[in-house]
């Protein structure tokens, strides 16, 4: 089986603003099921559907505030093999 892996990485600093546009672009790619991410290193289109898994993660410490969002989601369904459970109990 082959690797699909793609990966996409950006990191810069923005003003409040500027993530602010770039949140609202992300929720409009999860309605419209299409999200394109690219920068002069790369690009990755992505396409949620399907239940959506949401994690948000927050921290405060005395130098630095950070707040990680994840969503995720499965490309395509798995079919979960119905494998029957045997149970021996000892003498």
Known sequence: MADSKQNFRHESLQDAKSIQDILKSIT???????????????E???EPKGLLNLMVKAR????????????????????????????????
């Open 60 to 91: 405060h410490d005395d130098q630095r505030d950070r707040i990680d969002i994840r969503i995720s989601w499965q490309t395509e369904e798995k079919e979960v093999e119905q494998k029957p459970l045997k149970v021996t109990v000892g003498k």
């Open 28 to 42: 409009k790619g999860i309605a419209s099921g299409s999200i394109t991410l690219s920068d002069e290193d790369g």
């Open 44 to 46: 990755i289109v992505l």
